[in-house]
């Protein structure tokens, strides 16, 4: 029909303005870009083959995440309100937590991070002094995590091993404990947020280690078990 094309995931045809094309001139239907992580870089910048291969990776996350991770009962919760993290020891995974956007996109909001992907970690407060929005202040806190990857390489605290895997599409994973645009100077929103991302970063320095021996050490224990995980 004239002006529909169709899905190359799903064979649904639909008109073209709702789907995602890809560099090789492929389409994706609206509702299998729903199955795509929040953080990969998009059908626009990846070919018809590299599409399928997240939606693959995806799939691989869903399972491990309705399964061994979800059993996990000796997880570690840090949030504060909707936002923070869970982590898995047992099984070597994480998962970000941001219950707004996970409400709207379910079908993406299965997806875990390896802790042996985990190159280093810093709290961040953007408390833009001055900048109003209605009648409060921006704030914006919480754990960046920079994820091993050969892209950026220059960026790695520790040089990832030979044998260590990279992280296919993250470098720079935002764990934000606190986000409002109407902060106001009674508020202890900020503080609450900054409490929860130093309790992030601590859990990992617990799991990780801080030296560069324990480091690579742990590292290697959780990358066996993410690893069978994902078998
Ligand atoms: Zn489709």
């Given at each position: 029909?004239?002006?529909?094309?169709?899905?190359?995931?799903?064979?649904?045809?639909?008109?073209?303005?709702?789907?995602?094309?890809?560099?090789?001139?492929?389409?994706?239907?609206?509702?299998?870009?729903?199955?795509?992580s929040?953080y990969y870089p998009?059908?626009?910048?990846?070919?018809?083959?590299?599409?399928?291969?997240?939606?693959?990776y995806?799939?691989?996350?869903?399972?491990?995440?309705?399964?061994?991770?979800?059993?996990?009962?000796?997880?570690?919760?840090?949030?504060?309100?909707?936002?923070?993290?869970?982590?898995?020891?047992?099984?070597?995974?994480?998962?970000?937590?941001?219950?707004?956007?996970?409400?709207?996109?379910?079908?993406?909001?299965?997806?875990?991070f390896r802790?042996d992907q985990i190159n280093r970690y810093?709290?961040?407060?953007?408390?833009?002094?001055?900048?109003?929005?209605?009648?409060?202040?921006?704030?914006?806190?919480?754990?960046k995590v920079y994820m091993n990857n050969t892209r950026k390489e220059e960026y790695n605290k520790y040089k990832p091993a030979k044998?260590q895997k990279m992280h296919p599409y993250v470098f720079e994973l935002d764990?934000?404990?606190?986000?409002?645009?109407?902060?106001?100077?009674?508020?202890?929103?900020?503080?609450?947020?900054?409490?929860?991302?130093?309790?992030?970063?601590?859990?990992?320095?617990?799991?990780?280690?801080?030296?560069?021996?324990?480091?690579?050490?742990?590292r290697?224990?959780?990358?066996?078990?993410?690893?069978?995980?994902?078998?």
């Amino acid at each position: 029909m004239f002006g529909k094309k169709e899905c190359f995931n799903c064979s649904e045809k639909a008109k073209k303005v709702h789907m995602a094309k890809t560099v090789d001139g492929q389409y994706l239907c609206r509702s299998c870009q729903g199955l795509l992580s929040r953080y990969y870089p998009g059908c626009f910048v990846s070919t018809k083959d590299e599409v399928m291969e997240h939606l693959g990776y995806m799939k691989k996350m869903k399972r491990v995440y309705e399964g061994v991770f979800s059993d996990d009962e000796e997880k570690i919760t840090v949030m504060n309100t909707n936002l923070g993290i869970v982590i898995s020891p047992k099984t070597g995974f994480f998962k970000v937590i941001d219950n707004e956007w996970g409400e709207f996109n379910s079908r993406a909001d299965v997806e875990l991070f390896r802790l042996d992907q985990i190159n280093r970690y810093e709290v961040y407060s953007n408390h833009k002094q001055g900048v109003y929005v209605g009648n409060g202040a921006f704030i914006d806190c919480g754990v960046k995590v920079y994820m091993n990857n050969t892209r950026k390489e220059e960026y790695n605290k520790y040089k990832p091993a030979k044998n260590q895997k990279m992280h296919p599409y993250v470098f720079e994973l935002d764990i934000v404990t606190a986000s409002d645009d109407k902060l106001t100077p009674m508020d202890t929103f900020e503080n609450q947020g900054l409490k929860v991302a130093y309790e992030i970063a601590d859990i990992f320095d617990r799991l990780l280690g801080t030296d560069k021996e324990t480091v690579s050490e742990n590292r290697v224990k959780f990358a066996a078990l993410a690893d069978e995980f994902l078998a």
